[in-house]
Structure formats: structure tokens, C-alpha cells
Nanobody, 127 residues
């Protein structure tokens, strides 16, 4: 079955960087777009970034644009999120998600476009 396992979270100081990874299995990774979402304490899910199946096209939430970078290695079935210039507002559980299609649009994905979710990795930005 589909498995998505995130790693790379932790405690980092403001202004620091982290690189999250999501190891995927149980499906043809190269056929699907992938997305990172996050959930801050006591809040709902926020879309962060999406990448198409071949890694050619990406989209970002305004809150992370210019600081975060999404990428993928289809040979390793792995999705990444490079996070720079972190602020306390970035504190959240970060989850990777498999989408229902290979392509992406300029708009944030609709709820129906998500098909599978990982368990998440905690990112805490604090001094």
C-alpha cells in the first residue's frame, strides 16, 4: 500500500535551515505530483508547496515563497523540502502528500486532489 514517511524535522533557531525528506513506496512515485502541507499547533492544515511528477513545475504559498524550495528525486522515490530563513511562524508538523494527478496548477490544490498522507515530522523554530 501507499506509504509516505517524513524525516528531517527538529528544533532550529530563527534564521536557521532544515531539509525535510519524504520517502515514498507502494506506488509509481514518478507518475504523481507531490505536496507538502503543514499544521501549526491548534490550527488547520496549510498548503506549503507542490511539485509536478517530473520536478519541472513548482508552486509555493506566499508565506514561504523565496525561503522554501521543493524538489524530488524520482530515482530514489524521495520528496524534499529545503527550508531556509526559518521563523517561529514556521513551527508546525510538516506532512507530505501524494496527489491524484501528475500535473499541477498555479492555484493551491483543492481538497479532492490529495490522495494519501504521511504521518508528519515536527519542525520547531525557537531560540
Amino acid at each position: 500500500q501507499v506509504q509516505l514517511v517524513e524525516s528531517g524535522g527538529g528544533l532550529v533557531q530563527p534564521g536557521g535551515s532544515l531539509r525535510l525528506s519524504c520517502s515514498a513506496s507502494g506506488f509509481a512515485f514518478t507518475n504523481y505530483a507531490m505536496t507538502w502541507v503543514r499544521q501549526a499547533p491548534g490550527k488547520g492544515l496549510d498548503w506549503v508547496s507542490t511539485i509536478d511528477n517530473v520536478g519541472r513545475n513548482t508552486t509555493y504559498a506566499d508565506s514561504v515563497k523565496g525561503r522554501f524550495s521543493i524538489s524530488r528525486d524520482n530515482a530514489k522515490n524521495t520528496l524534499y523540502l529545503q527550508m531556509n530563513s526559518l521563523t517561529p511562524e514556521d513551527t508546525a508538523v510538516y506532512l507530505c502528500t501524494k496527489m491524484t494527478s501528475s500535473t499541477i496548477s498555479i492555484l493551491p490544490p483543492a481538497a479532492r486532489e490529495y490522495s494519501n498522507w504521511g504521518q508528519g515530522t515536527q519542525v520547531t523554530v525557537s531560540s
